[in-house]
Structure formats: structure tokens, C-alpha cells
């Protein structure tokens, strides 16, 4: 059975604009109203469709190991000091996990306009 496609003013009844209309939503007429609608939610689906840019930052988590001769007189006093000469020596990674920090869609500042964003 074919899908019977609608029509604008079906998709866009004028209950609902009425709706808007008693809300402050919007000041347009009706037909003005369910064009706004459709230009609206065309550039919808033709964002969803676009590739956009996302800035990902990812952190990298690696495993090595070394062991280090230490002279001390506990093991407390070891641990300090094996950490505290750590840092002087190469370590030979064995294994690294990746971990997501966060994901922002990137923005091209020269074509963002935040003021359209309020208006109609």
C-alpha cells in the first residue's frame, strides 16, 4: 500500500499556529507561518544529513614499567624514593588505553551568527 504523502498545511495545521499565536510564538500569518515551518525544518533535515566538524579530545593512558634498585630503610621509604627516581628513566611501554574527554562540534567563527538564533 503506497504512503500517502501530506501536504504542508497537514503537517502543519492551523490549530497549531493558532497555539503559537496565543503563546507569542510567533506574529506571522498563517500561510507565512506554515512556510516558515517547512523552509525550518528542510534546513533540519539537511543539517542532520551534513557532515559537520567535532573537535575530540582524547587522552592517551599508557603501561610501563621499570624496576629500580633503591638503598633505604623500609619499604615506605623505598616507595618514596623509587617514585621520586622515576622520572629519570625510560620506561618501555607494554600497553596504552584511550580514553574520550570530550566532544565539541566546531564552529567556523567566521560564518557563526548567534544573533539569527532569536529571530523568525
Known sequence: ??????????LYPIEDWKYDVSNGDTKLGYEDWVEHNVESHQKMDDDIKT?????????????GYITISVKAPSKKEARKQALDEAGNHEFSEHSADY?????????????FNPAHLDKE
Open 99 to 111: 580514553e574520550i574527554d570530550g566532544i565539541r562540534l566546531a564552529i567556523n567563527k567566521h560564518t
Open 51 to 63: 557532515e559537520k566538524e567535532y573537535t575530540v579530545t582524547v587522552t592517551r593512558i599508557s603501561y
Open 1 to 10: 500500500m503506497a504512503k500517502k504523502k501530506l501536504n504542508s498545511q497537514e
